[in-house]
C-alpha cells in the first residue's frame, strides 16, 4: 500500500518509518531543497520516549542531549533563577529529525524540493499533482506539513478557519561560542516583549529566542529577510544585549519565526487524506511538546493502519480516538504556557518541567504505548 507523507520534519520522517516498518511503502514530499534543521530544542517525554525506544533511538537521542553541559535561563528583570531543565529529554530539532531521517532514508523514497499541488481522490486512491513532478497516485496521502499545512488547505478548507493564534510570535536561531556568554544572560525588561539565551554543551553552543506580542500579522512565509525585518523592528531601541542579538540575528542562517498558535480540527480525515502533527492539532512551541506529540501521533497512526489491514476508515478513526486525549492535554499547556511567558518562563518549557538550583538532567520516566500487531506480512526491520 502506497502512502504518500507531506513534510519531512518530526511527524513526517517518524510516520514513514513506521509506515516502513509494518510493511507500507512511503514516499515523502519536502517542498524544501533539503531536510530542514533548525536552532530549537525539542522537548521529548513520556510516550514519546517509549517510541524512541522502540525505533532504538533512545540511546542515541539521550547521547546528544544538549543540556547535559548545563543550561540557564535568565528572565526579563535580570533574576537569576537557574533553572535547568528537568525531567525531559531534550534535543535539537534538527539533530532529531536527522537521526529520523537517517533511520528511513535507504528504505523510504524521499522527494525534495517539491510541494502538493493538487488532491483528487477516488474510489481506490488518490491522484496528487506536484509543482515540480509529474502526477502519481497513491493510496493514502498524509499531511505532516506544519502548522501552515498545505495538505490541510486542499482537503479541508483555509487556515483561517481552524488556526487560533495565542497573540505571540517567537523568532529562534543559534549563536557563535565565541560571544563568551554564560550560562545566563541577565536582559532588560521589556514590556510585551522577552528574550532568552539558552548555552548549552558546557557553553560551545547557544541558542537565542526573541519574543513578542502582536495580533496576527501578514507576511510571506517564505521571505527570511522579511522576518528578520520584522523582529528587529520589534526589539529596535531596547538596551543591554538586544543589539548584539539582533546583529548576530541577521547573521544567522538557521533562523525560525513563526507565530505560537493552535490547530483546532473536529476531524483529522476527509476520505483517504489523514493529518499529523501540527498540520492537524498544533498545541504551539509554548508547550513544549510538539516533537513528543508528533512521535506519538506518527507511532499510532501507522499502528491502527497496520492492525486494520490498511482498512484507512478504520484506522483514521481508532487513530483520532487515541490521540485526542494527548492533544487536548497538550494543547492545554500551551494556552497556559503562553499566558506565563511574559511572567519569566522559557519558552521550551511547560510550568511543571522547571526544577530550581540543580544542573542534572534525569531521564524522564518512559511511559508505555500499546503495542501494534501488523497484519501485514512484510516487517521491517525485521
Not at 547557544?206 to 507576511?219: C, I, N, V
Request: charged share 20%; with cysteine.
Amino acid at each position: 500500500m502506497d502512502v504518500l507523507i507531506s513534510g519531512a520534519g518530526v511527524a513526517g520522517t517518524a510516520l514513514a518509518y513506521w509506515l516502513r516498518h509494518h510493511g507500507f511503502t512511503p514516499t515523502v514530499v519536502e517542498r524544501a531543497p533539503r531536510v530542514r534543521a533548525g536552532a530549537g530544542v525539542v522537548g521529548l517525554r513520556g510516550e514519546a520516549l517509549d517510541v524512541l525506544d522502540r525505533m532504538a533511538l533512545l540511546e542515541r537521542v539521550e547521547a546528544l542531549n544538549p543540556l547535559l553541559g548545563g543550561a540557564a535561563w535568565a528572565d526579563g528583570d535580570g533574576d537569576l533563577p537557574a533553572v535547568a531543565f528537568a525531567g525531559d529529554l531534550q534535543i535539537l530539532r534538527g539533530e532529531l529529525i536527522g537521526l529520523l531521517y537517517e533511520a528511513t532514508r535507504q528504505e523510504v523514497e524521499y522527494v525534495l524540493g517539491d510541494s502538493i499541488a493538487t488532491v483528487e481522490q477516488g474510489a481506490d486512491g488518490v491522484r496528487v499533482t506536484f509543482e515540480r513532478g509529474r502526477p502519481r497516485c497513491f493510496h493514502l496521502v498524509a499531511g505532516a506539513d506544519g502548522l501552515h499545512s498545505g495538505t490541510r488547505s486542499q482537503v479541508f478548507g483555509p487556515q483561517e478557519r481552524f488556526v487560533r493564534h495565542l497573540g505571540i510570535y517567537t523568532a529562534t536561531f543559534s549563536l557563535p561560542c565565541h560571544l563568551g556568554l554564560p550560562g545566563f544572560v541577565p536582559l532588560p525588561s521589556m514590556p510585551g516583549k522577552a528574550a532568552d539565551i539558552l548555552s548549552i554543551r558546557d557553553n560551545a553552543e547557544a541558542h537565542a529566542a526573541l519574543h513578542f506580542t502582536s495580533g496576527p500579522l501578514a507576511y510571506d512565509r517564505d521571505d527570511v529577510a522579511q522576518h528578520k525585518r520584522i523582529v528587529a523592528g520589534q526589539f529596535a531601541g531596547e538596551g543591554g544585549p538586544i543589539p548584539r542579538l539582533l546583529e548576530e540575528m541577521s547573521r544567522a542562517e538557521d533562523f525560525f519565526f513563526d507565530a505560537s498558535a493552535q490547530v483546532e480540527m473536529y476531524r483529522w480525515s476527509s476520505g483517504r487524506v489523514v493529518l499529523l502533527g501540527d498540520a492537524g492539532y498544533c498545541a504551539a512551541p509554548t508547550s513544549g511538546l510538539g516533537a513528543s506529540q508528533a512521535l506519538i501521533g506518527a507511532y499510532i497512526l501507522a499502528g491502527e493502519l497496520a492492525v486494520a489491514g490498511g482498512d484507512h476508515t478504520a484506522a483514521f478513526a481508532a487513530y483520532e480516538r487515541e490521540m485526542r486525549g494527548f492533544v487536548a492535554e497538550h494543547q492545554q499547556m500551551g494556552r497556559e504556557g503562553a499566558d506565563r511567558l511574559f511572567m519569566g518562563m522559557p519558552i521550551q518549557e511547560a510550568p511543571e518541567m522547571i526544577a530550581a538550583g540543580t544542573r542534572e538532567v534525569p531521564r524522564t520516566h518512559l511511559v508505555r504505548l500499546k503495542d501494534y500487531a501488523s497484519s501485514f506480512a512484510a516487517r521491517w526491520p525485521p
